[in-house]
């Protein structure tokens, strides 16, 4: 064999050593990034998942308020209540299992004795044997409420919104961030606060139409919801239908007709000088209000969802 056949094939190997190892490492690069991604998308899927058992906590506790408060007043809702204590205690399971697998950033809002202790205040403020008055109860069931509507804003931001630029590529990136970042903050903090004013309201509407005198102070509490659900109600509205392209405008536009027949209905029939709106009615119509505002949001997080 001549030399020079020798320092060709010694030239092939070098190359080709060089080219496989270049290979390997865009490979293994690739494999990395990969990998890297799935993560930050099973990390995603499962904050999600945990913001939306914890909205379907949110949900039932003020279904309960509203039950347990006129409930003090007569109205026999016995089956309804035990039927909601049993999903809220099922659903405060499940999420205190899924608390003891989350990461750093998720337990810095939430930690299971916290969660706990809202439990156990939970428990407390709807147990029949303790004599509070159903305006103390309404009000310390509001109070833990208003904290799973915190925890919701909170995980949002610190758990969800840094996974965010991963999810917006190509030459409209920033414009896509900001439209995400517009999505989070009304999927996780405007709508559910919205949910919560409508929801306050019918359990206030429920208490005062079962009054038997005019009740000065719910009256006023009635009227300032309705001003702030309005005026959130218009805005959401408006944004809504430039967020998300996946999400259907009759879901936005129910959900805006459901909350301003309620609030209509309010006006009209239980603030006039004579109440002519029944408590079951309330119920009914406010829930399908509430109810209406939930979809939205469901469809905000099969909109963000989707993106993955």
Known sequence: MSLYLIFFLVLCVIASYGFLRRFLTRYGLALAAESARQRRTQAFRHAFDCLSDLMRLLRLMQQYRGLYAIRYLGVDQHELLVERAIEIERLFSLLLQQLLSQDERFLAVVTPNNFKLVRYQWQLAVNPSFTVSAEQSFQ??????????????????????????????????????????????????????????????????????????????????????????ETLLNKQSTLGGQLCTTIAQPVIHEAEQACHYFLRRLREQLLADQPSLGVEVIYQEGTAAVDALFVWMDQLKAGLLGRL
């Open 140 to 229: 310390q069931q509001t109070q833990l409420i208003e904290k799973i509507i915190n925890w919701l804003r909170e995980l949002a931001r610190k758990q969800i919104e840094p996974e965010l630029p991963s999810l917006a590529q190509g030459q409209q990136a920033d414009q896509t961030l900001l439209r995400l970042r517009e999505t989070i903050k009304q999927f996780a903090h405007t709508l559910p606060e919205l949910a919560e004013m409508v929801a306050r309201m019918r359990g206030l509407a429920m208490m005062l139409a079962l009054a038997r005198h005019t009740d000065i102070g719910k009256r006023a509490q009635i009227i300032h919801l309705m001003q702030q659900a």
